[in-house]
């Protein structure tokens, strides 16, 4: 029975890892590791390679955290309260060791786009739109009325 809760848990657990991987790939071309760039330094070969890097990083982690978590998980006897325990301990430290490493590939870019000096190679506009509370709201506020009237149903 905890073999298949480990294994469950484990497949849960890979789309999250497979999604804290390739987020360097699933950004804008505007913003690397969360420093703005111009569009056409992202695919350099500098910048190919950290995210590349990364990745890598990322999934080497990954793969130990999973080969941990199913050697602990699988081979020793534990009681539901333990594997929830184990649980939540692996998702924490894989998620502060992961905002770490991504921490440092943020501080790269940025020591990167300050040498390279990119913000002052072109003029930046800003556009401010103030004109949005005059425009209708697309509800209006009477459709909240029945929320509400569900609310003190449900109350009494």
């Given at each position: 029975?905890?073999?298949?809760?480990?294994?469950?848990?484990?497949?849960?657990?890979?789309?999250?890892?497979?999604s804290?991987?390739?987020?360097?790939?699933?950004?804008?071309?505007?913003?690397?590791?969360?420093v703005?760039?111009p569009?056409?330094?992202?695919?350099?070969s500098a910048?190919?390679?950290?995210?590349?890097?990364y990745t890598?990083?990322?999934?080497?982690?990954?793969?130990l955290?999973?080969?941990?978590?199913?050697?602990?998980?699988?081979?020793?006897?534990m009681?539901?309260?333990?594997?929830?325990?184990?649980?939540?301990?692996?998702?924490?430290?894989?998620?502060?060791?992961?905002?770490?490493i991504?921490?440092?590939?943020?501080?790269?870019?940025?020591?990167?786009?300050?040498?390279?000096?990119?913000?002052r190679?072109?003029?930046?506009?800003?556009?401010?739109?103030?004109?949005?509370?005059q425009?209708?709201?697309?509800?209006?506020?009477?459709?909240f009325?029945?929320?509400?009237?569900?609310f003190?149903?449900r109350?009494?």
């Amino acid at each position: 029975m905890m073999t298949n809760l480990i294994l469950l848990i484990t497949l849960t657990l890979l789309p999250a890892f497979i999604s804290i991987m390739f987020i360097p790939y699933w950004t804008r071309k505007t913003e690397s590791f969360g420093v703005s760039i111009p569009a056409d330094i992202y695919d350099t070969s500098a910048l190919k390679s950290m995210r590349k890097k990364y990745t890598i990083i990322i999934g080497v982690i990954s793969l130990l955290t999973i080969c941990v978590f199913l050697g602990y998980g699988l081979f020793t006897n534990m009681s539901e309260s333990m594997v929830g325990w184990l649980v939540g301990t692996t998702i924490t430290l894989f998620m502060i060791i992961s905002f770490m490493i991504y921490l440092i590939f943020h501080q790269k870019m940025k020591q990167i786009k300050s040498t390279a000096k990119w913000g002052r190679q072109r003029t930046q506009k800003l556009a401010i739109h103030t004109q949005f509370r005059q425009q209708k709201l697309r509800y209006s506020n009477n459709w909240f009325t029945f929320h509400l009237f569900l609310f003190f149903l449900r109350l009494s």
